[in-house]
């Protein structure tokens, strides 16, 4: 199979997990007042055990909760992104980012007209920093995949540096990129030789 085939692939799953997603919260966000919170208290009861220590902590497990969907649902959006290699970090970011904040909004608008529910612009920001902490993990999650002998780069970047050190396009001559790129590896082979010489002095 191509990679192009692949990728197409793979981009037509994150599709049909992202409108999950969307249906979910929306769901969830359709269910009444009372609803709503005995299941976020069934759900504390179950972690705490304690039913004083359930409701006290009920509020704050419920702000998790909204954090949590919409760090899940940053995962997925910037995973779609991260299919298309033309697309810089900034722009992927951003549009999860935009995305994400978008539909919290339209979210809360929507518990507006939902009975014993109500829409808040903290929870919008709760939202938008679950997004973030969803961005971060799969920034993390790509870097320790691509590993660490091309450093903290760009795919686009990586592919370039792979080609000009495989001979394939390009003069012939080394990237400007590794010059300032240092492996960890190559990091710790200087710390060694730095500790071998300390020794011997």
């Excluded at 970011?93 to 995305?99: A, D, K, R, S, Y």
């Excluded at 590993?147 to 495989?166: I, K």
């Amino acid at each position: 199979m191509k990679k192009k085939q692949v990728i197409e692939i793979i981009r037509r799953v994150l599709i049909v997990l992202i409108v999950l997603w969307m249906i979910t919260v929306f769901i969830l966000s359709n269910q009444n007042g009372e609803s709503s919170g005995g299941l976020s208290l069934a759900i504390t009861k179950f972690l705490f055990k304690n039913e004083q220590i359930a409701e006290k902590m009920d509020p704050f497990i419920r702000k998790c909760a909204h954090m949590a969907e919409y760090a899940y649902g940053a995962i997925l959006i910037y995973a779609y992104c991260l299919t298309y290699e033309k697309m810089n970090s900034k722009k992927q970011i951003l549009f999860t980012i935009c995305v994400t904040v978008l539909y919290a909004i339209t979210d809360e608008l929507h518990q507006l007209f939902v009975n014993e529910r109500a829409g808040q612009i903290t929870d919008v920001l709760i939202d938008a920093v679950g997004s973030v902490i969803g961005i971060g993990l799969v920034w993390i999650a790509t870097r320790l995949v691509r590993g660490t002998e091309y450093g903290y780069l760009h795919p686009d970047e990586v592919q370039e540096e792979r080609d000009l050190r495989e001979g394939k396009g390009g003069d012939g001559k080394s990237s400007p990129l590794s010059s300032v790129t240092i492996s960890v590896k190559d990091l710790k082979k200087r710390i060694e030789k730095g500790d071998e010489k300390n020794d011997k002095l």
